[in-house]
């Protein structure tokens, strides 16, 4: 008998069944983080994912917010219960850290410190009437620091952060640069006849409409005088930028406080306005858009985007009615029109940038919409919703 050997085979594979794993889609919505404040309290609403966080219940705006310069943190007044606060929102964690209360309706003010560590705040009880209560002036350092009282007796108002660490303070008729420790009076600076009064975001400057009483001999009286002038950041070395047959309004700095924008009455149409630009550094002021290149149109409300490339204004074609929502990006020779209406109400009011991509504008009815570059609509807010701040992520 023939007995042959058979090498044994090992055990066959098990064939494992396949696995269908479902992968969640990436979200498609504009890349924005927007807080607000409705009628349940304060929001914070990721547009990608359309996901809304209740950040503070039972709460409501109270008109005043300002974001640190380095866009991490926005100081913002809000009121609770029967009281007014301030606190720092930090825009990246949406964490919200207590800074100050009081009783009843309380007006507030801040400054940042130019690298943006500090905040300095005012504020006084509104008793109406132009009537201010109870108030001072504090600074918050450190995080998780107390907020300390800078020892103002007088002042309840705070205007701006100096770059040597000095503040700007005022009451209803004069502003103060004081030291930040114990505000011991600096400087005084008479501001009865100013208004519009803004200081650059670097703190070296102060620009102000200022009211001056000029002798009419033709007509043997004195008239008001409106000019836009220019100061360093303590009120000295002013010096007229123009006169008040240009009507200056809508002054605003751009962001590294080098050039003031602004728009001005025409000077062969006294129905039109131009948007012009002052350079602090030349001495020189030039339109925006040239007036005869641009036809008969008027631009007004100059908004600066946050890096200063480029500015959104508004623009009236008074033949046929045509109004317009424009920017003017400085890399580019044309303009770019985001938004066009028959009626100056449809359009709404610039509210500001969305980072460097977008417009934000108010519309009727308490809506605010996110408009692109392209004009593309990206995003609109809910009604009757107060905006603070909307985020690039």
Known sequence: MLLVLARCSGPAEVQQPAVSVEVAPEPEGPAYAVFYFDEAGLQAHQARSDITRMLLPNSAFLNH???SPDGRQLAVAYAGGDSSHLALLDLHEGALRAVHAA???????????????????????????????PGGIMVVEGEGMSPRSVGCSVSQTVESWLPNGDLVVGDDARLYVVAADDCKTLTTID????????????GQWMA???????????????DREFSLYLAD????????????KYDVQHITWSPDGTQLAFDVQSQDDPALRHVSIYDVTTGETAFLVNPDDDGRTSETHPVWSPDGAGIAFDRVIPEGGVYQKVVRLFVEQHLRVIATAEAKEALGDTWGWAGDQGLLLSRPGGSVALLGLDGASSYTLPAHAALLYVAVR
């Not at 400054?111 to 109406?128: I, K, R, S």
């Open 191 to 202: 501001a009865r006849t100013m208004f519009q009064v803004t200081f650059s975001p670097d």
């Open 103 to 133: 009783p009843g309706e309380v007006v507030y003010t801040t400054a940042w410190a130019p690298e943006g560590g500090a905040l300095a705040f005012g504020y006084y009880e509104d008793q109406g009437s132009d009537q201010r209560g």
């Open 208 to 222: 102000y409409i200022l009211r001056e009483r000029v002798y009419n001999r033709p007509a043997r009286r004195y």
């Open 233 to 244: 950041a303590r009120g000295q070395d002013a010096q007229k930028v123009l006169g008040h």
């Open 65 to 67: 917010r300002s974001v």
